[in-house]
Nanobody, 124 residues
Framework: QVQLVESGGGLVQAGGSLRLSCTAS????????MAWFRQTPGKEREFVAN????????DYADSVKGRFTIFRDNAKNTLFLQMHSVKPEDTALYYC?????????????????WGQGTQVTVSS
């Protein structure tokens, strides 16, 4: 098992930047494909980005492509989401998630472990 704790959320003005972190403990962090999802009240959890076990470039939702970057530091058991040029529609509770699947996925059901979320609010 792996335990995930997100941090770094907060209030930011539109056009600004924010970096989210997700620290893992328990099982080996590098064993997992990692991802960020987000959710707003009344809506389903939405894929944001994912990254392979060894890192490198990830997959992104079209809505964040070119503005957000996912990366990981396996030596520090930490996943990051660098957010630039944020928009009010980026306002959501952001979750990190870990998957033991063989290939990368964008659907929440394929992720085995979840953090508690960190709130990002973008003001216009």
């Amino acid at each position: 098992q792996v335990q995930l704790v997100e941090s770094g959320g907060g209030l930011v003005q539109a056009g600004g930047s924010l970096r989210l972190s997700c620290t893992a403990s328990g099982s080996s962090f590098s064993n997992y494909i990692m991802a960020w999802f987000r959710q707003t009240p009344g809506k389903e959890r939405e894929f944001v980005a994912n990254i392979a076990r060894i890192g490198g470039s990830g997959d992104y939702a079209d809505s964040v492509k070119g503005r957000f970057t996912i990366f990981r530091d396996n030596a520090k058991n930490t996943l990051f989401l660098q957010m630039h040029s944020v928009k009010p529609e980026d306002t959501a509770l952001y979750y990190c998630a870990a998957s033991g699947a063989v290939v990368m996925h964008t659907t929440p059901i394929m992720y085995d472990y979840w953090g508690q979320g960190t709130q990002v609010t973008v003001s216009s």
